[in-house]
C-alpha cells in the first residue's frame, strides 16, 4: 500500500510540475556531447537521432520530404550516418558558444543545417 501511495505522489507530481522544469537546453546539450563516456556519448547520440527523426516527422505531417519546405532547416542524404550526425552537432556548438541559450533541438536543427543544407530547386 505504501509502495502505491508513493508512486501516486510521484505521478501527481510529474504532472504538476510545469514542463519548463523538463526543457533540455543547448547548455545541457553541450554538456553531455562534451563527455567521453559511452553512456553520455550513447545518450548525446540518441537526442540528436530523436530530433531529427522529430523534424521529419513534423515535416512529413505537413506536406511531405520531397524536397526543402518552408521552415526546413537540414536535408539529410540517405547515405548520412548516425556518427556524422552527431558530429556536425558537436562541430556548430564548438563554433558557436553562444547557442548554450538555445534550445537543444534548436541546436540540432542548426547544426545539421549548417553540415546538411538544403539545396533549392535546380
Do not use: H, W
Request: glycine share 12%.
Amino acid at each position: 500500500m505504501l509502495r502505491a501511495l508513493i508512486c501516486l505522489g510521484v505521478t501527481l507530481g510529474a504532472i504538476a510540475t510545469p514542463v519548463a522544469a523538463f526543457a533540455f537546453t543547448g547548455a545541457d546539450l553541450i554538456k553531455l556531447c562534451a563527455r567521453t563516456d559511452v553512456a553520455s556519448r550513447n545518450y548525446c547520440g540518441g537526442y540528436v537521432l530523436g530530433a531529427v527523426d522529430g523534424v521529419y516527422n513534423t515535416i512529413e505531417a505537413i506536406g511531405g520530404t520531397t524536397g526543402p519546405r518552408v521552415g526546413q532547416f537540414f536535408c539529410l542524404p540517405a547515405s548520412a550516418k548516425p556518427p556524422q550526425l552527431v558530429d556536425a552537432v558537436r562541430k556548430y556548438v564548438a563554433e558557436n558558444p553562444n547557442a548554450a541559450s538555445y534550445n537543444a533541438s534548436t541546436i540540432v536543427s542548426l547544426g545539421l543545417g549548417k553540415a546538411f543544407p538544403c539545396k533549392g530547386p535546380e
